[in-house]
């Protein structure tokens, strides 16, 4: 407490009283003393001692006693009540200790991590047994393992984990280019009557791969968002090893599967009905299949060698066909030796058969001792036919197509001279039975119609070597092609016959080369892929996909084959009318 009151009647109120009294006697004395020996004015002296005198005067009887206070320890009384400080619910506890932690996640952390780990395992298993152990101890730690694999078998496995959670980043981090891929419509193509647009997506492009081309481009026919692609050289001069990507659209920063081959690879092909079994052509002129369930340290499952039929120079272009009679996996090769190859699977060995030899000239040539030498063609591509199965096409480095059938190994039904210079793709359209395409190295794309082999329905002429050609999976008449320059260029002959709907470059430095394009078959995208390795999605915008309106109060057209076949009919009627227009009418 700071001060205290006592009761003035009480014995220790009377002692204070008297100490106070005699206090007052003894300082008024000390005052006179000093006003008698000072000689000061008695005047001043006396107002001193007037006030003195009323200090240590007593209260004579009948006047009222002065409240006496504390002078040195005064302390009001609100302030001598102890009062607790208010507290609140939330401060009646000490609260538990925070702390602020951030992070971030990036793949190539989860990448190490998951290096440590299999180096980790690795070095587990490399570990050998300490020879003098007793066989009981053996035994024990044989039956800990069997019930810790088995109770692990139970957990899912982290690389499907891993998978899951890598692909979540990635949605993330491409989020605006998945909302375009899915909902994005270019509004501009309704204030332009016959152009279109392409709008680039996601790029894919894998460490090891760059500065190397795109050899080859194949879609997996079960999983719609995933493509192979066949990394190599084109230049002979710059031959290293060969790379087979696999990608996905739900992960375009990393391919789902690689395979590494001792040669570059030149083309590349997935079979249409077990998915996970794909064939590749190398420079070496060897032919490998491999399969993705099993990896075997990205070996092959088969590998053709000069002992089994190999052929002398690159493969060009692979194919797997319909199984035999027998049941029996085969697919069709094409080189520059001039063989198209089949290959048959039987059992736990690969079988060749050459199909045809290209001749390159009707005429023998002569040797320099006399001797009669037969000259090859170089094959560069084939197709079959989407109907018949024993008919297909190939073209040729000189600028031939040449008619060929699996029934006649002799030689072939026919040549057609279709480029002044390599033919790079020929396709039959996967529509109409009668009509195919070629691209070359002369800057042309040609439209051919079977029944009429001397010349070509339509000719585009797009002023760069045409790397590669590919028809629309939608519709009968919508093709794409690449070329030197950079540039896709998408055509609809049912809109314009004469000009590209779409002319657009998709690459960044002037002096990048488009190598292959392929159409998503599910999907309105097509992918291009260059020679520096980077493969590119690219969105149709309507008008290169629209289907033509129908007419009013007319029946509603039904869509299908048929539908497209006559579609195509009627462009090659319009481009025989000005033939038979001089002609005698019956």
Same mark, same amino acid.
């Given at each position: 407490?700071?001060?205290?009151?006592?009761?003035?009647?009480?014995?220790?109120?009377?002692?204070?009283?008297?100490?106070?009294?005699?206090?007052?006697?003894?300082?008024?004395?000390?005052?006179?003393?000093?006003?008698?020996?000072?000689?000061?004015?008695?005047?001043?002296?006396?107002?001193?001692?007037?006030?003195?005198?009323?200090?240590?005067?007593?209260?004579?009887?009948?006047?009222?006693?002065?409240?006496?206070?504390?002078?040195?320890?005064?302390?009001?009384?609100?302030?001598?009540?102890?009062?607790?400080?208010?507290?609140?619910?939330?401060?009646?506890?000490?609260?538990?200790?925070?702390?602020?932690?951030?992070?971030?996640?990036?793949?190539?952390?989860?990448?190490?991590?998951?290096?440590?780990?299999?180096?980790?395992?690795?070095?587990?298993?490399?570990?050998?047994?300490?020879?003098?152990?007793?066989?009981?101890?053996?035994?024990?730690?044989?039956?800990?393992?069997?019930?810790?694999?088995?109770?692990?078998?139970?957990?899912?496995?982290?690389?499907?984990?891993?998978?899951?959670?890598?692909?979540?980043?990635?949605?993330?981090?491409?989020?605006?280019?998945?909302?375009?891929?899915?909902?994005?419509?270019?509004?501009?193509?309704?204030?332009?009557?016959?152009?279109?647009?392409?709008?680039?997506?996601?790029?894919?492009?894998?460490?090891?791969?760059?500065?190397?081309?795109?050899?080859?481009?194949?879609?997996?026919?079960?999983?719609?968002?995933?493509?192979?692609?066949?990394?190599?050289?084109?230049?002979?001069?710059?031959?290293?090893?060969?790379?087979?990507?696999?990608?996905?659209?739900?992960?375009?920063?990393? +391919?789902?599967?690689?395979?590494?081959?001792?040669?570059?690879?030149?083309?590349?092909?997935?079979?249409?009905?077990?998915?996970?079994?794909?064939? =590749?052509?190398?420079?070496?002129?060897?032919?490998?299949?491999?399969?993705?369930?099993?990896?075997? @340290?990205?070996?092959?499952?088969?590998?053709?060698?000069?002992?089994?039929?190999?052929?002398?120079?690159?493969?060009?272009?692979?194919?797997?066909?319909?199984?035999?009679?027998?049941?029996?996996?085969?697919?069709?090769?094409?080189?520059?030796?001039?063989?198209?190859? !089949?290959?048959?699977?039987?059992?736990?060995?690969?079988?060749?058969?050459?199909?045809?030899?290209? +001749?390159?000239?009707?005429?023998?040539?002569?040797?320099?001792?006399?001797?009669?030498?037969?000259?090859?063609?170089?094959?560069?591509?084939?197709?079959?036919?989407?109907?018949?199965?024993?008919?297909?096409?190939?073209?040729?480095?000189?600028?031939?197509?040449?008619?060929?059938?699996?029934?006649?190994?002799?030689?072939?039904?026919? =040549?057609?001279? &279709?480029?002044?210079?390599?033919?790079?793709?020929?396709?039959?359209?996967?529509?109409?039975?009668? =009509?195919?395409?070629?691209?070359?190295?002369?800057?042309?794309?040609?439209?051919?119609?079977?029944?009429?082999?001397?010349?070509?329905?339509?000719?585009?002429?797009?002023?760069?070597?045409? @790397?590669?050609?590919?028809?629309?999976?939608?519709? &009968?008449?919508?093709?794409?092609? =690449?070329?030197?320059?950079?540039?896709?260029?998408?055509?609809?002959?049912?809109?314009?016959?004469?000009?590209?709907? !779409?002319?657009?470059?998709?690459?960044?430095?002037?002096?990048?080369?488009?190598?292959?394009?392929?159409?998503?078959?599910?999907?309105?995208?097509?992918?291009?892929?260059?020679?520096?390795?980077?493969?590119?999605?690219?969105?149709?915008?309507?008008?290169?996909?629209?289907?033509?309106?129908?007419?009013?109060?007319? &029946?509603?057209?039904?869509?299908?084959?048929?539908?497209?076949?006559?579609?195509?009919?009627?462009?090659?009627?319009?481009?025989?009318?000005?033939?038979?227009?001089?002609?005698?009418?019956?």
């Amino acid at each position: 407490m700071d001060g205290n009151l006592v009761h003035k009647d009480s014995d220790e109120a009377a002692r204070q009283m008297k100490k106070s009294g005699d206090d007052s006697k003894k300082a008024g004395a000390k005052v006179e003393k000093k006003t008698e020996d000072a000689g000061t004015d008695t005047a001043d002296a006396q107002n001193d001692d007037d006030g003195d005198d009323v200090l240590a005067a007593p209260v004579p009887a009948g006047q009222k006693e002065k409240k006496l206070t504390n002078q040195f320890n005064f302390s009001e009384r609100a302030s001598q009540t102890y009062n607790n400080p208010l507290k609140e619910r939330t401060v009646q506890t000490e609260p538990p200790p925070r702390a602020t932690y951030s992070g971030n996640v990036t793949q190539w952390e989860i990448y190490d991590s998951y290096q440590e780990d299999f180096e980790r395992t690795q070095k587990t298993k490399e570990k050998k047994p300490i020879p003098g152990r007793k066989e009981t101890e053996r035994s024990k730690k044989r039956t800990h393992a069997q019930e810790t694999s088995a109770s692990s078998d139970d957990l899912p496995p982290i690389g499907h984990l891993a998978k899951i959670i890598e692909r979540m980043l990635n949605q993330n981090t491409y989020d605006e280019i998945a909302q375009d891929f899915k909902y994005w419509e270019d509004a501009s193509d309704d204030y332009r009557e016959q152009e279109g647009t392409l709008l680039p997506l996601w790029k894919f492009a894998f460490e090891k791969a760059k500065k190397m081309a795109v050899t080859g481009i194949c879609w997996n026919p079960l999983y719609k968002d995933m493509f192979a692609v066949g990394h190599g050289s084109y230049d002979y001069t710059k031959q290293a090893k060969g790379i087979i990507a696999f990608y996905s659209l739900k992960n375009p920063s990393y +391919p789902e599967f690689t395979f590494e081959t001792d040669s570059g690879v030149m083309s590349a092909d997935i079979h249409p009905s077990y998915p996970f079994l794909f064939v =590749v052509g190398l420079y070496s002129g060897a032919v490998a299949v491999y399969n993705m369930k099993e990896y075997h @340290g990205g070996k092959p499952l088969f590998k053709s060698s000069p002992e089994s039929g190999k052929h002398t120079d690159p493969v060009w272009q692979v194919k797997w066909q319909k199984d035999d009679f027998d049941s029996n996996l085969n697919f069709f090769s094409v080189s520059s030796d001039g063989r198209v190859t !089949c290959w048959t699977i039987v059992k736990s060995e690969m079988l060749h058969q050459d199909v045809i030899r290209l +001749p390159a000239n009707d005429v023998p040539a002569d040797g320099p001792d006399g001797t009669v030498v037969s000259t090859f063609a170089c094959g560069t591509t084939f197709d079959f036919h989407t109907k018949d199965d024993n008919m297909f096409l190939v073209g040729t480095e000189e600028g031939k197509v040449h008619v060929c059938s699996k029934a006649y190994s002799s030689q072939s039904l026919g =040549v057609i001279d &279709a480029h002044s210079m390599a033919v790079y793709t020929v396709k039959w359209n996967p529509f109409h039975p009668r =009509v195919f395409a070629t691209c070359s190295a002369d800057w042309t794309v040609k439209i051919w119609d079977s029944d009429q082999k001397l010349s070509p329905l339509f000719t585009f002429d797009l002023n760069s070597p045409v @790397g590669d050609f590919a028809w629309s999976p939608y519709s &009968a008449t919508v093709f794409a092609a =690449v070329t030197g320059d950079g540039k896709v260029h998408v055509y609809d002959l049912n809109v314009n016959k004469y000009e590209a709907l !779409c002319q657009q470059a998709v690459v960044q430095r002037k002096k990048t080369k488009l190598t292959h394009v392929s159409f998503n078959p599910h999907h309105p995208i097509i992918i291009v892929g260059d020679d520096r390795g980077y493969i590119t999605s690219l969105k149709l915008s309507p008008n290169l996909r629209k289907q033509p309106k129908e007419k009013k109060g007319a &029946a509603p057209t039904t869509k299908g084959p048929e539908v497209e076949i006559a579609k195509f009919d009627k462009l090659i009627d319009l481009v025989k009318e000005p033939e038979n227009k001089d002609a005698p009418k019956k």
